[in-house]
């Protein structure tokens, strides 16, 4: 029963013994909870339209008192297309005048009293938002990260993992306090929350944790953690790759090795395909890994089987966690009055821009994610992009899920590994047809790089039938590849001041801005 860890009974002190019947009952334990949690998910996954309905009901129901409700006659709401005509999608922007009222101190506006806290983000074009997060959202972000773990363990069997130390990349839990109400970052904010029976299992340490500053921060944890039973690792992946680097510097040895029972690896906010290769040289094995897709508005989704291969099937999207989506296709977004498609109504491989209505009060909310469905029994997702992130300076309309399939194919069966990339249209070049510029920060280099330049655009060319055309037409030259030094988007992250955290690199633009950095 105990051979697991390494000793068989007749060899185990009484003490050693004590520790190993502990962490079997906690291994034992785990599972059976596994279980029980996966039965009450199939409930709402078996009736995922029912279960959207009760949500939306809930919602107005609870919402019908505060002002937005008031001033989208939420009381006479009876169905989703009443719903519709009354409450316009909105973006932050959209909304901001009524979240402006919440900060500074007015109860019952959006939702009714007033939210636990704000998770404080950068990125509009008024400067910060605040997103609420009220008493009833909060624990379902906590349920749906701990629900992700649990179903992997339902899946696999696998639990020893949970006797092990693990780390959770984040941002600073050290909070804030405005009009009453505390804010700060997200994954700060859930620092707060991790349960009891993992507080002795998690790192870093909260000093550790409250240092502002990421490379020193990342120091730190690796002086932490080297020498420690690391069996769960988790974080975007950009970040992630920064601690493992270092610690493969300070050990000269991979990561797989200085953590020999580190077999989980839990990532959100990006896709980790471009960067698995890297990865798996950096830990110098296969490890298993889940997605999650994690924001500051709601926990949206997590995978939910397939943990030791490519994620090709997507994330179970959360249908019963307070939280009622909206679909409208992105090749209809920018019309006057696009539909709003409901759950029961979407189709496999469409591209869709994600709209929320949540019970931390955001309404016909876009939340600027593009998703695709890449099954509907059950109703599973993949993250398509950013539908402010996309090159279209042509018509081409190039999104991230596409420039990295074209990364992933061009890299196969090659040695090529890249650390990072991102890319920008060439609209006046100094000479020749305009193209599309790739800015690649690479582990190793491509032996010639314009063969693989033109293996990515090949890709790209059955990826999109508008940018094929548009290199038939002779409207566009193949894409041209600028190679970025080691660090350099580090580099670049810095100087926007976004470097860590829950900070993530756009996968392309419509302009200019990232590509004029790297003259």
């Not at 709401?77 to 901001?96: M, Q």
């Not at 959770?168 to 109400?181: D, K, R, V, Y």
């Not at 100094?430 to 193209?435: A, C, E, F, N, V």
Request: proline share 4%.
């Amino acid at each position: 029963m105990f051979s697991n860890y390494g000793k068989t009974v007749s060899q185990l002190t009484p003490l050693n013994l004590s520790i190993s019947i502990k962490m079997a009952i906690k291994a034992f334990a785990a599972k059976l909870f596994a279980k029980r949690i996966h039965t009450k998910t199939q409930k709402w996954v078996t009736n995922p339209v029912g279960t959207q309905q009760k949500v939306f009901e809930a919602l107005l129901r609870e919402a019908a008192q505060t002002e937005f409700g008031k001033d989208h006659d939420f009381s006479n709401i009876k169905t989703f297309a009443d719903f519709a005509k009354k409450v316009p999608v909105r973006d932050y922007e959209g909304l901001k005048s009524y979240v402006d009222r919440v900060v500074k101190g007015e109860a019952n506006v959006l939702w009714k009293g007033k939210p636990l806290y704000f998770a404080k983000t950068s990125g509009t074009t008024s400067g910060a938002k605040y997103i609420p997060l009220t008493a009833e959202s909060m624990p379902f972000h906590i349920e749906a990260a701990r629900n992700a773990i649990l179903g992997y363990i339902y899946q696999t069997g696998k639990a020893d993992f949970v006797t092990g130390k693990m780390i959770f990349l984040q941002g600073s839990p050290l909070l804030e306090e405005q009009n009453g109400i505390k804010l700060g970052r997200l994954s700060g904010i859930v620092a707060h929350f991790v349960p009891k029976y993992l507080q002795k299992n998690r790192m870093p340490s909260l000093e550790t944790n409250c240092i502002e500053d990421w490379e020193t921060k990342v120091n730190a944890i690796v002086a932490e953690t080297i020498n420690e039973n690391m069996s769960v690792i988790s974080g975007i992946p950009s970040w992630v790759q920064m601690y493992f680097e270092k610690l493969k510097e300070k050990a000269n040895k991979p990561v797989g090795e200085i953590f020999k029972n580190f077999n989980l690896f839990i990532y959100g906010g990006v896709n980790y395909e471009p960067y698995r290769a890297k990865f798996e040289n950096l830990i110098g094995r296969k490890v298993d890994s889940i997605e999650l897709f994690p924001a500051s508005e709601g926990f949206f989704a997590y995978q939910s089987h397939n943990f030791n291969i490519v994620n090709k099937e997507g994330m179970l999207l959360l249908l019963n966690s307070g939280i009622f989506y909206e679909f409208i296709k992105t090749t209809e977004f920018f019309d006057g009055n696009p539909r709003r498609y409901t759950i029961g109504e979407v189709e496999l491989g469409v591209n869709y821009v994600l709209i929320i209505s949540t019970n931390a009060g955001l309404w016909g909310y876009n939340i600027g994610d593009t998703i695709q469905f890449t099954s509907l029994k059950p109703y599973r997702i993949i993250v398509s992009g950013r539908i402010k992130h996309y090159i279209s300076a042509f018509g081409e309309h190039v999104i991230g899920k596409e420039v990295e399939a074209a990364m992933q194919e061009a890299m196969q069966e090659t040695d090529v590994r890249v650390n990072e990339f991102t890319v920008a249209p060439q609209i006046n070049p100094d000479s020749g047809l305009p193209y599309h510029e790739w800015f690649i920060e690479f582990e190793n280099e491509p032996d010639n790089l314009e063969d693989f330049a033109l293996r990515i655009d090949n890709a790209m060319r059955k990826q999109n039938a508008y940018y094929d055309d548009l290199i038939v037409g002779n409207v566009l030259r193949t894409l041209v590849i600028k190679k970025v030094v080691k660090n350099g988007f580090q580099e670049y992250m810095k100087s926007i001041g976004k470097l860590g955290g829950q900070n993530k690199l756009p996968r392309l633009s419509n302009d200019r801005n990232i590509a004029d950095f790297f003259k």
